[in-house]
């Protein structure tokens, strides 16, 4: 199995930025979807963003399109979400994930991903 660890995550005000990173380990992402979800709390993980296996296709959420951009890095197993314009109802745990299937499809839901890695906390003070 991937193991997947997130890292970039912290404190910052409202209409800063922040970049996530998600570097795998014990296996390579270059043939797997990724995905970034968040969850904050009291409420259910949802979907924040999605990239193609080639990095080909991108979706986003409504709430973070034109804000948060996905990309990859496959030579370096490693994929990021670059965050900006941050507002206060951002503020959750972010976690990566890969795609169960390789050459996947792109998906938002999160049962599509059987690789999570254990979250990084945002928080955005207004």
């Known amino acids: 199995q991937v193991q997947l660890v997130e890292s970039g995550g912290g404190l910052v005000q409202a209409g800063g930025s922040l970049r996530l990173s998600c570097a795998a380990s014990?296996?390579?992402?270059?043939?797997?979807?990724m995905g970034w979800f968040r969850q904050a709390p009291g409420k259910e993980r949802e979907f924040v963003a999605v990239?193609?296996?080639?990095?080909?296709?991108?979706y986003y959420a409504d709430s973070v399109k034109d804000r948060f951009t996905i990309s990859r890095a496959n030579a370096k197993i490693t994929a990021y979400l670059q965050m900006n314009n941050l507002k206060p109802e951002d503020t959750a745990v972010y976690y990566c994930a890969a795609d169960r299937r390789t050459y996947g499809s792109i998906s938002r839901y999160p049962r599509d991903f059987g690789s999570w890695g254990q979250g990084t906390q945002v928080t955005v003070s207004s």
């Open positions: 014990g296996w390579s992402l270059s043939n797997y979807t």
């Open positions: 990239i193609s296996w080639n990095g080909g296709r991108t």
